[in-house]
């Protein structure tokens, strides 16, 4: 089993930065695919990033924004966010699975979800 904990939502006025924490623990995630996706408010959960190894993943809204790095000493899956948008307004969650791949049902496992909040 693998448990995830996200961290590191806030409120940002649009133009900021955050950076979102996902940390694992249970077993090491250095071979799974680690992804971020959001849920906004009346819409459907949606893919935002996947790293595995060092191939990344984007959904188009936020390439050149944010970027997913991993540190597999730490077990640990970020998600820089720059240049934040009021429609990046979400929750957004970890995810592990096997495959670098933007469908939600591959991944096996999931965090609670952190809430970010971008002010216009």
């Known amino acids: 089993q693998v448990q995830l904990v996200e961290s590191g939502g806030g409120l940002v006025q649009a133009g900021g930065s955050l950076r979102l924490s996902c940390a694992a623990s249970g077993r090491t995630v250095s071979s799974y695919a680690m992804g971020w996706f959001r849920q906004a408010p009346r819409k459907e959960r949606e893919f935002v990033a996947a790293i595995r190894m060092d191939s990344t993943l984007y959904t188009d809204s936020v390439k050149g924004r944010f970027t997913i790095t991993r540190d597999n000493a730490k077990n640990t899956v970020y998600l820089q966010m720059n240049s934040l948008k009021p429609e990046d307004t979400a929750v957004y969650y970890c995810?592990?699975?096997?495959?670098?791949?933007?469908?939600?049902?591959?991944?096996?496992?999931w965090g609670q979800g952190t809430q970010v909040t971008v002010s216009s």
């Open positions: 995810a592990a699975g096997r495959l670098l791949i933007r469908t939600m049902s591959t991944y096996e496992y």
